[in-house]
C-alpha cells in the first residue's frame, strides 16, 4: 500500500505538450479512476507513474519516495494492460511466475503464491494452458493473477475491460471492487468510460487536453462539475448547456432572447452578482428536468415547483425501458429530458419543461463553475457546497 | 456441378505431380545413377532400374578421399556459422527493431547493402586480408566473414518488430532485464522465424562450393562439396556414378533436415503475424 504523488509533471513529445503541469495526491488505499476522452493523457499519466514513459519535466513519488529515476521493475507496482500482454510462449502459470522469478523468490514460495492466486482468481484448472487457448476473460483473469501475485503496492490498470463483452465487463467491474476491497490496495485505473469512473472510483480525476479538469469524488464532479467541459462530460446523454445573458442590474435573466419565466431565487442572483451585464451559461442535467404535456400543465404539480419552464414538442423519443429519453425543441434550443415515468409522451406532442432552481449549474464565460449553494443528488458522504 | 468439381481436382493434381517430378526427377537420376555401375551409366537408351544395385559406389566415393575430415568440417562450419549469426544477429535485430537511435537508419540502409553483394565481389580482399593475417590455413577464413548474416539481421528485425510493444512493458514491470526480455520473451516468439533462418543458412553453407574453394588450399579444412568436386577430376575418365554417389552422401543429411523439420518450414513462410 503506498500513496501516488504528482507534483507539477510535464511531458511533451516532439514539441506538443502531452501533459501540462499535472499535480495530483492519490491517498493509500484509494480506487483513483482517470477518465477523459481519448488524447486527454490519461494513459500517458499512469505510463509515467509506472516509469514506462520518461516525464519531461515534475516529480513523481510513490509512498514516501521519488521514483523518478527508479526502474519500472522496480517501483513496486504491477499493471494491467488494454490488450493483457500476456507472454504468449508462456503457460498460464509460468506467466504469473515470471515476476517472482525475476524477483529471486524461491521456487517452493512461488509454487504456494501461484496456487493461492489461482485459486482466488479461479484459474486453477488452466495453469499449464497457453494464453491463446483461453477466453477473453480468463485471460484477463490470468493478467490480474500476474499482477496480484507480486503484492505491489500500487496497481495500476489501463482501460483493462475495454476487451470485453458488454456482460462480462459488468461481471469484472465488480469484481474489480470486490478485489479493490479485499487487497486494499492503491488502485489507479484509466478508462475512457463514464460509467466505469463513476461506478468504480472513490476518486475520479477527469482530463482533458492534457490538464486535470476536476479530482473529486465521484458525486461531486456529478453534482459540483468545476467547469464546462466536466459538466457535459460525465452523464448520458450530457447536461444540457445553455448561453444566457445577465442584464446590468443582475436580476433578469435571458437565454437566448428569452427572458425566463420565472426570477432566479435571491442566493442565487447573489452568486451570480459578479456576473452582472455578462453572458453565462446555464446548465441541467436531463434527468433533472421535468415534463408534462401542455394540457396538463396547468393541473401539474411540478409547476408550482421551484423553478422556470418553457414550451415544447417532442422531436424524437428513445425508450429504453426503465427510463425515456427525450429531445425536444423549444425556444431555448434543443433540450434533452431523461424521464423515468412509466406514462410515455408522444413524439410531436406539445409539452412544458420545467427546470428546478435546484438544479441549475452556473458556468462563466470562460467555462468555470460559479460557486453557489450546491443540492445534492444524493445524500451521500460528499462534502458541503462551493 | 459435380463432375467439373471432379475434373478440377484432377487437373490440380496432376499439375501438382508434374510440378513435383520436375523437382523430384533430378534427385531421383542422382540416387539411381549413385547405384549403377560404370557401364550401365553410359548404355543407350537408358535404363532406369540399374541391373545390379552396387552400394559398394559409396564405399568408394567415401574412401576416395579423407571424407571423414570434409564432413567433420562441413559441419563444424557450418555450424559455428549459424551460432555466430545467430549471437550477433539476435542483438542487432533487436536494437533495430526495438530502439532509437541516432544514425539507426543509417545503419539498416547498410546492413540492407550488405544483403545485396555477392561473395563473389568480396572475396578477393578478405582473401588478401586472411593472407597478412597469417589465418589461411585455419577455419578462421571459411567462418569468420560470415560471423555475421545481413538477411538474418533483417528476418529477425521484421519478427521482432512484430511482438507488441505492451508484452515488452509487462516485461520490464516483471523486472526483466533487456537480455532476458530478448531471450526468454521475443526469441521464442520468434521462434518459426529463427528455424527459416537456421535452415537457410546451414543449407547455404553446406553446400557452398565458391568460398570454400578460395579460401582453403589444404585437405585438412576442405568441405564436403570440394571433396566432392575432387572426385570428378582425379582421374583422366569420369566416374559418374561415384560423382553421384558422393552427391547422395552430400545431400542426406539435408534432405533428412527437411523431413524432420518440414512443418515448421511451412509455418515459418505462412507465419505473418505473432498472436
Known sequence: MASVTLKHVTKTFEKQTVLDDICLDITEGSFTVLVGPSGCGKST???????????????????????????PGDRDIAMVFQSYALYPTMSVYENIEFGLKNRNVPRAERKKLIDEIAEVTGLADYLKRKPATLSGGQRQRVALARAMVKKPKVFLMDEPLSNLDAKLRNQMRQELIMLHKELGTTFIYVTHDQVEAMSMGDQIVLMNGGRIQQAAQPLVVYDQPSNLFTAQFMGTPPMNMFEAMIDASGKEVKIGNHPITKPLPANHLAALHSQRGQRIHIGIRPEKLQMVSHEQAPLSLVSKSDGFDITGIIDTREALGSETIYSVSTLYGRVMVKSYQEELLRVGESVVVYFPYVHCHYFAQNGERIARDAFFSTRADVSGGV | MSAVRWFRKGAEILALAGIALMFVFPFLWMTLTALKGMDEVHVFPPTWIPEQILWENFAQAWGSGPFLTYFFNS?????????????????????????RFRGSKVLFALTLIALMIPPQLTFLPVFIQMSEWDLLNTYLPLILPYAASAFGIFLLRQAFMQVPEELIEAARLDKASEWQIIWTIMLPMAKPVLITFGLFSFIYHWNDYFWPLVMTNNDAFRTLPLGIAMLKSSEGSIYWNIVMAGNVILVLPILLMFFMAQRQIIRAFVYSGVK
Open chain 1, 45 to 71: 499519466t499512469l505510463r509515467i507513474i509506472a516509469g514506462l514513459e520518461k516525464e519531461t519535466d515534475g516529480e513523481i513519488w510513490i509512498g514516501g519516495q521519488q521514483v523518478n529515476n527508479t526502474a
Open chain 2, 75 to 99: 559441419i563444424f562450419v557450418a555450424v559455428a556459422i549459424l551460432v555466430l549469426q545467430i549471437v550477433t544477429g539476435v542483438p542487432a535485430a533487436y536494437a533495430f527493431a526495438r530502439y
